[in-house]
C-alpha cells in the first residue's frame, strides 16, 4: 500500500512523485510473507525542498500513527530494523530475497 502526502496539511492520495515533486511525504506499507512467518516493512520518504522535508516527514508520520494500521497490526521500535539488518539476521530465507 502505498500513500502519498501532498502537504502537511494532510491531504492524501494514491500515486509515486515524479521529479521535482512538491513538498510532501510518500508512505508505503508493505506485507512479507516469508518461511512461513510474516513481515511488515514501513517507509516513509519525504520530498521537496529540504527546508521542508522533515516537517513533511513528521506531518504524515503522525498522520499514519494515528490510524489503526490493517489487521490490527502494531508496530514498535523494538521490533524495528533496516532492509540490511534483516536480510542480514539469520531470520529470512535466502530464497525470500533472492
Known sequence: MIRRFA????????GVPGPG???????????????GQDW????????????????EL???AAHVFAHALPGGLE????????????LSSGQVPSH???
Not at 502537504?7 to 494514491?14: D, E, F, V
Not at 511488515?40 to 516537517?55: F, H, K, N
Not at 514498535?76 to 539488518?85: F, I, P, R
Request: net charge negative; hydrophobic share 40%.
Open 21 to 35: 515533486a512538491q513538498a510532501g511525504c510518500q508512505v508505503e506499507l508493505t506485507e512479507v510473507r516469508s518461511g
Open 7 to 14: 502537504s502537511a496539511r494532510g491531504h492524501a492520495g494514491a
Open 75 to 86: 508496530l514498535g521500535t523494538e521490533d524495528s530494523q533496516s532492509y540490511a539488518q534483516w
Open 58 to 60: 513528521e506531518a504524515a
Open 96 to 98: 525470500a530475497y533472492a
Open 40 to 55: 511488515w516493512t514501513l517507509a516513509l520518504e519525504a520530498t521537496g525542498p529540504a527546508c521542508l522535508r522533515r516537517t
